[in-house]
């Protein structure tokens, strides 16, 4: 069974920066578009970034654009989201996950997801 593993969330004061790994594992994600989610308690998921198969094409919105950073190594399986200039609203549960379909900023276009790893910025 597909399973995507996300790590390396903690702690870190605005400014800061975090690298997150997404693993996966029982799939080759060479032929899907990756993306990464985060949800805060009370909101809805939100979309953060995409990438394309090869990672030659990446997608941010507005939230993110010029701070955070997707890429891809397909032959170790991983995603990866680098997080720079860090802000208290960026804190989070942060997921990643295969794109399957749809309108790229919908999580119901997404077909695996991992269970998440925590980001908190503090002030």
């Known amino acids: 069974q597909v399973h995507l593993e996300e790590s390396g969330g903690g702690l870190v004061q605005a400014g800061g920066s975090l690298r997150l790994s997404c693993l996966a594992s029982?799939?080759?994600?060479?032929?899907?578009?990756m993306a990464w989610f985060r949800q805060a308690p009370g909101k809805d998921r939100e979309f953060v970034t995409a990438?394309?198969?090869?990672?030659?094409?990446?997608y941010y919105p507005d939230a993110v654009k010029g701070r955070f950073t997707v890429s891809r190594d397909n032959a170790k399986n991983t995603v990866y989201l680098q997080m720079n200039s860090l802000k208290v609203e960026d804190t989070a549960v942060y997921y990643c996950?295969?794109?399957?379909?749809?309108?790229?900023?919908?999580?119901?276009?997404?077909?695996?997801w991992g269970q998440g790893t925590q980001v908190t910025v503090s002030s």
């Open positions: 029982g799939i080759s994600i060479s032929n899907y578009n």
């Open positions: 990438i394309s198969p090869s990672g030659r094409i990446t």
């Open positions: 996950a295969t794109r399957s379909g749809g309108i790229l900023s919908n999580p119901i276009g997404y077909r695996t």
